[in-house]
């Protein structure tokens, strides 16, 4: 059975419980937790970020001590445009040797000892690689040596600068809560304690510890573990999660059955977050088994967040460059449609309704207003229908061609939308008196992105009304493909189908 598959399987399993839905619970978070995910519900600086600044930091230092050393050796040797070639050659030969060497991961740059003899390794390699191909181009040896010699010291001196100013730059970031990777526990009792005050002497490589949630309520799971307070059960850990900013879910329950490990997993599933379970428990099958470590702990990764990492800043730049082109290519086009609505009917040309957004939250998504301004419905309650009376004559047909859709880039631009993802759907979309989220338990796994313009669903016929519970399965089960199989080359795919799926789609009123 394929990853996929056993997923599938896992979100159709009678005994979980329904996920959560975004409606009022019937209790609520403790104090002390509800004071802590509040506390969290900035997000911290992301690793990669310091890595993206220390790559370029080096093309820059390289490529000025280049300009600094050349003026030492003989002018005839160059032109001008090329020393400028040869210059920023090796400033991107000796960042990208240290990339392939690791020099811009965390774990090196916050080990100064570490960081600067990769750096050092990486301006040899990436030079000598230069002199190389400086000597096949037919330059003298000799020549080559004393101008590259000049340049490492220049280099060196202004590498080493930078590795010191990053470390204590991290160093303060990790001290001030601004850097670190959070972590949850599942699990309590005597056997939690060593794991706890592992990630506790970890709090300065940047790991903290947010809290610990354990559904038994008997002697088995004190209400303090290592100085931390119990805040609550699985349920609680999944508001607590919507809440704050989590980076890691860790289940920590020893000896773990697989049936035990797969209904906390169904549980869990819905948060964008990495999992992951101590090992010793008993891991299902779909699991990724990449292993990584705590202290002496080992860890079994089971589920990945979907998009992070560098994967998560080439879609936003993906989106930035497509959302900021669609603007200026159809800004004609909406000027002309905020007229003609204008004219029709009064009231606002925009349309703003509330929808789910990443993990849930409720976002403010921007349309061209297509029905008449006393029967709108923001709550989507009632889904339009053909021949619907509340449309206007220039809603039925921006309806029908998705124009009234095209202020969403927008949304793009601001970050609250992709330009492709599952659709949002209102706070209470239904179909019938059956609200979206209790046809399928896989419902809210789909917020584990952020939601998009377009989708893989959409370019595959199910765009428009859902009026049957078997239309929404079919939905979720296609926004979910999207989201285990994303790619930049999936979503340009879908991106360049999506005008003939708008062509072809007859059940869009």
């Not at 960081?115 to 040899?124: D, F, M, R, V």
Request: with cysteine; proline share 5%; hydrophobic share 45%.
């Amino acid at each position: 059975m394929t990853e996929t598959a056993s997923r599938k399987r896992l979100f159709t399993e009678a005994n979980r419980r329904r996920p959560w839905t975004g409606r009022a619970r019937p209790r609520l978070l403790g104090g002390q937790a509800q004071a802590a995910a509040q506390r969290l519900s900035r997000p911290s600086m992301k690793p990669q970020v310091l890595g993206y600044l220390q790559f370029c930091v080096d093309v820059l230092s390289v490529g000025l001590a280049g300009r600094l050393a050349f003026p030492l050796v003989e002018e005839a040797i160059f032109s001008d445009l090329q020393r400028l070639e040869v210059i920023w050659l090796g400033a991107l030969s000796v960042a990208l040797v240290g990339r392939i060497a690791g020099a811009y991961g965390f774990r090196c740059m916050r080990s100064l000892w570490r960081a600067t003899a990769t750096a050092l390794a990486s301006l040899i390699i990436g030079l000598m690689l230069l002199a190389g191909l400086l000597i096949l181009a037919g330059l003298p040896s000799g020549t080559v040596e004393a101008s590259l010699l000049f340049w490492f010291i220049a280099a060196a001196g202004f590498m080493l600068t930078s590795r010191v100013a990053m470390e204590l730059r991290i160093a303060h970031l990790v001290q001030t809560g601004r850097l670190e990777h959070r972590i949850v526990l599942v699990g309590g009792g005597d056997t939690l304690e060593p794991l706890v005050r592992e990630i506790d002497r970890e709090r300065r490589r940047g790991r903290r510890l947010c809290a610990f949630f354990d559904e038994r309520m008997d002697d088995r799971s004190p209400a303090m573990v290592a100085g931390h307070h119990k805040a609550g059960d699985v349920d609680d850990l999944v508001e607590f999660a919507r809440l704050a900013k989590i980076d890691t879910v860790i289940i920590a329950i020893p000896g773990a059955s697989q049936q035990r490990i797969r209904e906390l997993l169904g549980r869990l599933f819905v948060l964008p977050v990495d999992i992951r379970v101590l090992d010793g428990a008993e891991i299902p099958e779909f699991s990724r088994k990449r292993r990584s470590r705590i202290g002496p702990f080992q860890l079994i990764e089971i589920y990945k967040r979907p998009i992070g990492g560098f994967a998560a800043v080439q879609k936003r730049a993906f989106d930035i460059v497509l959302s900021l082109i669609a603007i200026a290519l159809f800004a004609p086009l909406m000027l002309a449609v905020a007229i003609a609505v204008r004219l029709e009917s009064p009231g606002p040309a925009l349309f703003r309704q509330k929808r789910h957004g990443y993990n849930n939250k409720p976002i403010e998504v921007l349309k061209f207003r297509s029905m008449f301004t006393d029967q709108c419905d923001p709550t989507a309650v009632k889904a339009v229908r053909r021949g619907d009376s509340r449309v206007t004559r220039v809603g039925r047909f921006i309806r029908r061609t998705s124009i009234d859709e095209l202020p969403q880039f927008f949304n793009v631009l601001k970050g609250d939308l992709s330009m492709v993802g599952p659709r949002p759907h209102a706070l209470t979309a239904r179909t019938g008196d059956i609200v979206y989220d209790q046809i399928t338990e896989a419902y809210s796994a789909r917020h584990k992105v952020k939601p998009g313009v377009t989708g893989w669903a959409q370019i595959s016929g199910w765009r428009g009304e859902m009026n049957s519970p078997e239309k929404i399965r079919a939905r979720i089960e296609h926004d979910l493909y999207y989201i285990e199989n994303w790619s930049l080359w999936l979503d340009l795919k879908i991106v360049l189908l999506t005008p003939w799926s708008l062509v072809t789609t007859k059940n869009a009123y």
